[in-house]
């Protein structure tokens, strides 16, 4: 996966530092692999990836894109504290069926199959990702991800991606009052579509705008809505959105 990047973490304070930063509990990387994030201290988001264990150190799985960027906030909040960040040099290989002996499950969804980290580029894959991803309503940094989510309204809470008992994170209290003092009113839902509409098209319904179309496979896609102000019938652009709460 050129669009992946793996860096290698080390040193005698990574887990600790790691723990006070992203939204999961970094110890689980001794069972499998990891999904979380980093948000800003107003809880928005500004990065997802992948945490695995490799002996002492940790791997971490991100989009090409955010790489820079996530490299420099994270030295930026090391201070004096004993953690390297270099390139790994490893590439992201992933699949369906069964787990390799040197793979990963995983951990937004069985049917995302497994990830593994292997000195050679990845192969070509026939595998239809984002039929997949909008199947099961998994976001897709840069598309659904982007600087203005906050992680529930992502889903994070069902794809294994934040732990509510770990303890403060940045972006945490922002993150648990979400969770415990309200009741979402937006967020990331699969819908119907009709016709033809591009990803980042605003939905509307009775003539006001209550959400974005995001990415598409067939006749369905991933949206984002704002819950109280959508309808059964909705538009995206020249494109029928069709949209059930019930099973959204």
Same mark, same amino acid.
């Given at each position: 996966?050129? !669009?992946?990047?793996? /860096?290698?973490?080390?040193? @005698?304070?990574?887990?600790? /530092?790691? $723990?006070?930063?992203?939204?999961?509990?970094?110890?689980?990387?001794?069972?499998?692999?990891?999904?979380?994030?980093?948000?800003?201290?107003?809880?928005?988001?500004?990065?997802?990836? /992948?945490?695995?264990?490799?002996?002492?150190?940790?791997?971490?799985?991100? %989009? @090409?894109?955010? %790489?820079? =960027?996530?490299?420099?906030?994270?030295?930026?909040?090391?201070?004096?504290?004993?953690?390297?960040?270099?390139?790994?040099?490893?590439?992201?290989?992933?699949?369906?069926?069964?787990?390799? $002996?040197?793979?990963?499950?995983?951990?937004?969804?069985?049917?995302?199959?497994?990830?593994?980290?292997?000195?050679?580029?990845?192969?070509?894959?026939?595998?239809?990702?984002? %039929?997949?991803?909008?199947?099961?309503?998994?976001?897709?940094?840069?598309?659904?991800?982007?600087?203005?989510?906050?992680?529930?309204?992502?889903?994070?809470?069902?794809?294994?991606?934040? !732990? /509510?008992?770990?303890?403060?994170?940045? =972006? $945490?209290?922002?993150?648990?009052?979400?969770?415990?003092?309200?009741?979402?009113?937006?967020?990331?839902?699969?819908?119907?579509?009709?016709?033809? @509409?591009?990803?980042?098209?605003?939905?509307?319904?009775?003539?006001?705008?209550?959400?974005?179309?995001?990415? $598409?496979?067939?006749?369905?896609?991933?949206?984002?809505?704002?819950?109280?102000?959508?309808?059964?019938?909705?538009? %995206?652009?020249?494109?029928?959105?069709?949209?059930?709460?019930?099973?959204?």
């Amino acid at each position: 996966m050129s !669009d992946r990047h793996v /860096f290698r973490l080390s040193g @005698a304070d990574i887990r600790p /530092f790691l $723990q006070g930063l992203v939204t999961n509990d970094v110890d689980k990387v001794d069972a499998g692999l990891v999904y979380a994030a980093l948000l800003t201290p107003q809880g928005k988001y500004l990065a997802d990836f /992948f945490l695995a264990a490799d002996g002492a150190d940790v791997l971490l799985d991100v %989009a @090409a894109p955010l %790489a820079p =960027g996530l490299a420099q906030r994270l030295g930026m909040y090391k201070l004096r504290a004993d953690v390297a960040i270099a390139d790994s040099g490893l590439h992201v290989h992933r699949g369906l069926g069964d787990v390799p $002996q040197d793979g990963y499950a995983d951990p937004r969804h069985t049917a995302l199959g497994w990830r593994a980290y292997r000195a050679d580029p990845a192969p070509d894959t026939d595998v239809d990702w984002t %039929a997949l991803r909008v199947a099961h309503v998994v976001p897709e940094t840069g598309i659904e991800l982007t600087p203005d989510s906050y992680i529930l309204e992502a889903g994070f809470e069902a794809l294994d991606g934040v !732990d /509510f008992r770990k303890g403060c994170y940045v =972006g $945490q209290e922002v993150t648990a009052r979400m969770k415990h003092k309200t009741t979402l009113r937006k967020g990331l839902t699969q819908v119907r579509v009709d016709g033809v @509409a591009a990803p980042g098209t605003d939905i509307t319904a009775n003539g006001k705008t209550v959400g974005t179309l995001y990415s $598409q496979s067939g006749s369905h896609a991933i949206a984002h809505l704002r819950f109280d102000r959508a309808t059964p019938n909705m538009q %995206a652009g020249t494109a029928r959105v069709t949209w059930d709460a019930a099973t959204g």
